[in-house]
């Protein structure tokens, strides 16, 4: 695909405002209400509006900054700032911005993502005219819900966005391991139930309604969420990694990702870059790769290192303006180590770092990686080869070796889909599997440290966290910062927003205290063993 069309464009704007959608006849409906009814309205627009929703809030990227950004980032060494409000740097709770993922009344997941695709399958339940995009609906709020379950945990589910159809407004919290049950019978269910020659999903902006590809999408998924499963459930992980070979994304091509564009201003625009460009504050500056990060790259003599990372983009403070002399040689790339501040502490203030010589020397992510109108990526091939390849070192599923080499050749190939001037020749992909062979005596070790490094320059820090947790790679090695919120650990899971406490008394309650270590940044998930 992938791109809004400029009908969709107009259209998410609409949708959003009217919290129902709209027709094709815009006009008509100002002019004359009676004609938008429950016959005409079509159910194509709400998974457009879903589909955007899925890539971060319409609301000056609120999801995004907070739990992408300010906490996912950070905690995986893929980013690094000085900025005191990043609170996921030093391991610091921040309430409000742990909870915005989850949201409110107004922006989050639930109410962004979960209430249109929820109205998605109910309204086009039953009827033959939608018999793909109610598929396409099942799969994708499965993809909605199992961000928020991995987040959070026990999370309303299987009542959540009900409240029209049943009257439900004090959803229940599901376990988290009765969705995950759930949500992989729903997309096995969905991806068979599809049908080439049924009707065209036009209001899909991953793959404009292409079948095929929605299914290997969904055996993709099916394949993640089963391997987030590789130690709460070894035998279930196994049985649908066993069912999906064959049957995933084949290159880049099946890429899932949305390409944003700037006709809707801030509602179509892509969330990352505008946290990134600085529109909300002084990240461009302040916010850097991570020494973590740009080290690994460096050791490894990785090509992307030279296609992901400049120094030298913003020369002064309040700048916005990119500097086109900005310096993209590998050598002199310097990533920020993390835990530092400004606050002229002995050891904490990044000035006295030995890695100091001036914020423009920090590495900053590309220009073309941080486009407004670049993709937001949802799965991809690459993330699939090498959960495949884990699949085959755990459970001997085809030649891991092979899977690996796929994994990593796809993961520096497709930066070209953020700008063709990022794009790494085939050939210098596989001079680097030649200079870091895969040992099976490491190879967990190896495909998940790959998987971490592309899910970061996807900037898709949301799964970044969620592998770590599962896989336990890289190693990591947690920061030390004053009066942090989790004894110097790297958080395992979101708290509960403290809105539930009131909104949802009876519900909350139960959930929180059943939390594994508490219901803090500390606690974890069912699948985080």
């Given at each position: 695909?992938?791109?809004?069309?400029?009908?969709?464009?107009?259209?998410?704007?609409?949708?959003?405002?009217?919290?129902?959608?709209?027709?094709?006849?815009?006009?008509?409906?100002?002019?004359?209400?009676?004609?938008?009814?429950?016959?005409?309205?079509?159910?194509?627009?709400?998974?457009?509006?879903?589909?955007?929703?899925?890539?971060?809030?319409?609301?000056?990227?609120?999801?995004?900054?907070?739990?992408?950004?300010?906490?996912?980032?950070?905690?995986?060494?893929?980013?690094?700032?000085?900025?005191?409000?990043?609170?996921?740097?030093?391991?610091?709770?921040?309430?409000?911005?742990?909870?915005?993922?989850?949201?409110?009344?107004?922006?989050?997941?639930?109410?962004?993502?979960?209430?249109?695709?929820?109205?998605?399958?109910?309204?086009?339940?039953?009827?033959?005219?939608?018999?793909?995009?109610?598929?396409?609906?099942?799969?994708?709020r499965a993809l909605i819900m199992e961000r928020i379950t991995d987040?959070?945990?026990?999370?309303?589910?299987?009542?959540?966005?009900?409240?029209?159809?049943?009257?439900?407004?004090?959803?229940?919290?599901?376990?988290?391991?009765?969705?995950?049950?759930?949500?992989?019978?729903?997309?096995?269910?969905?991806?068979?139930?599809?049908?080439?020659?049924?009707?065209?999903?036009?209001?899909?902006?991953?793959?404009?309604?292409?079948?095929?590809?929605?299914?290997?999408?969904?055996?993709?998924?099916?394949?993640?969420?089963?391997?987030?499963?590789?130690?709460?459930?070894?035998?279930?992980?196994?049985?649908?990694?066993?069912?999906?070979?064959?049957?995933?994304?084949?290159?880049?091509?099946?890429?899932?990702?949305?390409?944003?564009?700037?006709?809707?201003?801030?509602?179509?625009?892509?969330?990352?870059?505008?946290?990134?460009?600085?529109?909300?504050?002084?990240?461009?500056?302040?916010?850097?790769?991570?020494?973590?990060?740009?080290?690994?790259?460096?050791?490894?003599?990785?090509?992307?290192?030279?296609?992901?990372?400049?120094?030298?983009?913003?020369?002064?403070?309040?700048?916005?303006?990119?500097?086109?002399?900005?310096?993209?040689?590998?050598?002199?790339?310097?990533?920020?180590?993390?835990?530092?501040?400004?606050?002229?502490?002995?050891?904490?203030?990044?000035?006295?770092?030995?890695?100091?010589?001036?914020?423009?020397?920090?590495?900053?992510?590309?220009?073309?990686?941080?486009?407004?109108?670049?993709?937001?990526?949802?799965?991809?091939?690459?993330?699939?080869?090498?959960?495949?390849?884990?699949?085959?070192?755990?459970?001997?599923?085809?030649?891991?070796?092979?899977?690996?080499?796929?994994?990593?050749?796809?993961?520096?190939?497709?930066?070209?889909?953020?700008?063709?001037?990022?794009?790494?020749?085939?050939?210098?992909?596989?001079?680097?599997?030649?200079?870091?062979?895969?040992?099976?005596?490491?190879?967990?070790?190896?495909?998940?440290?790959?998987?971490?490094?592309?899910?970061?320059?996807?900037?898709?820090?949301?799964?970044?966290?969620?592998?770590?947790?599962?896989?336990?790679?890289?190693?990591?090695?947690?920061?030390?910062?004053?009066?942090?919120?989790?004894?110097?650990?790297?958080?395992?899971?979101?708290?509960?927003?403290?809105?539930?406490?009131?909104?949802?008394?009876?519900?909350?309650?139960?959930?929180?205290?059943?939390?594994?270590?508490?219901?803090?940044?500390?606690?974890?998930?069912?699948?985080?063993?």
């Open positions: 695909m992938k791109n809004f069309p400029n009908k969709y464009t107009a259209l998410a704007v609409a949708a959003l405002l009217l919290s129902g959608g709209c027709t094709k006849d815009f006009e008509d409906i100002n002019t004359n209400p009676s004609t938008y009814n429950q016959a005409t309205f079509d159910a194509n627009y709400l998974l457009t509006t879903a589909q955007l929703g899925y890539a971060g809030s319409t609301d000056f990227a609120y999801d995004t900054w907070r739990a992408n950004l300010i906490y996912s980032s950070t905690m995986m060494q893929g980013m690094s700032t000085v900025l005191s409000y990043w609170a996921g740097d030093k391991y610091l709770l921040n309430e409000a911005y742990t909870a915005a993922y989850w949201g409110g009344t107004t922006v989050g997941a639930y109410v962004e993502q979960v209430k249109p695709i929820t109205d998605l399958v109910e309204s086009t339940r039953g009827k033959d005219k939608y018999k793909n995009l109610h598929q396409i609906g099942r799969i994708m987040l959070y945990g026990d999370v309303p589910y299987t009542e959540a966005g009900q409240g029209y159809y049943k009257g439900i407004i004090t959803p229940k919290y599901d376990k988290q391991q009765d969705i995950y049950a759930d949500l992989l019978k729903e997309v096995d269910e969905a991806t068979a139930a599809l049908d080439p020659a049924a009707d065209l999903a036009t209001g899909d902006v991953f793959y404009k309604g292409n079948v095929a590809q929605w299914q290997r999408l969904g055996n993709t998924l099916l394949l993640r969420m089963a391997m987030r499963l590789t130690k709460a459930d070894p035998d279930k992980a196994k049985l649908y990694a066993t069912q999906v070979q064959g049957k995933t994304m084949r290159d880049n091509g099946d890429n899932a990702y949305v390409l944003h564009d700037v006709a809707g201003s801030r509602v179509t625009q892509n969330r990352n870059s505008q946290i990134l460009l600085g529109d909300g504050g002084l990240e461009n500056y302040y916010v850097k790769w991570s020494k973590t990060f740009i080290d690994y790259l460096k050791n490894t003599n990785d090509p992307r290192l030279a296609k992901v990372a400049v120094t030298k983009l913003y020369l002064t403070e309040g700048g916005k303006t990119q500097n086109p002399a900005a310096v993209s040689t590998p050598a002199v790339q310097k990533g920020l180590p993390n835990g530092k501040d400004l606050s002229g502490r002995a050891g904490f203030d990044v000035s006295g770092d030995p890695s100091f010589t001036g914020f423009p020397d920090y590495s900053s992510p590309s220009p073309g990686m941080i486009k407004r109108t670049g993709p937001t990526f949802v799965l991809t091939y690459g993330e699939s080869e090498l959960l495949l390849a884990e699949a085959a070192q755990r459970w001997g599923l085809g030649n891991a070796a092979q899977r690996y080499a796929s994994g990593v050749t796809a993961a520096i190939t497709c930066l070209s889909q953020y700008d063709p001037a990022l794009a790494v020749p085939d050939a210098d992909a596989s001079a680097y599997l030649v200079a870091n062979p895969y040992d099976a005596a490491k190879g967990l070790e190896q495909i998940n440290t790959q998987y971490w490094v592309l899910t970061n320059t996807l900037l898709n820090f949301y799964e970044s966290w969620a592998n770590w947790r599962r896989s336990g790679f890289p190693a990591l090695t947690p920061v030390v910062f004053p009066n942090n919120a989790t004894n110097g650990q790297i958080p395992r899971r979101f708290p509960y927003p403290t809105s539930e406490i009131t909104s949802n008394p009876v519900n909350y309650q139960a959930a929180s205290g059943a939390v594994a270590g508490g219901d803090n940044l500390s606690g974890r998930v069912y699948w985080d063993k």
